[in-house]
């Protein structure tokens, strides 16, 4: 069975276009889907005005709101997943937990790129870049 995972962010109609992708690879063979979202880390400075514990759960609540659009989508299909919600640097953590679930590949909605990633690369160009050589995982998006 492969494992497929999902990074998802706020942008519903890019998690939908990931989700439908995913799914086209169900009918092809059995998969796994990982669903995840990676919610960004935040400054000891704004840090120290959120009171100890909350600033992870509203962290985990955006996550989980960032994940509901694709869970309903997969709920509909009956297709077998999981979601899960960490903090961290997107490009880092994605890398990380694909590698920690043996994934074959990760589906990443396509992306705009303005100038930031004409310059740094698309977070599916770091992903790759992160995994290559270390990895038999196939990155598929933007």
Known sequence: MKNILIPIDADAGRARAAVAEALSMCAKEPVHIHLLSVQPLVSSHVAMFFGEGELQQTQLEAGAEDLAPARALLDASGVSYTAAVKIGRSAE????????????????????????GRIFGSLAQQV???????????????
């Open 93 to 116: 953590t994605i890398a990380r937990v694909a590698r920690e679930l043996g994934c074959d590949r990760i589906v990443m909605g396509r992306e705009d790129q303005g100038l930031a």
């Open 128 to 142: 790759r870049h992160l995994l290559s050589g270390a990895s038999d995982c196939q990155v598929i998006g933007s």
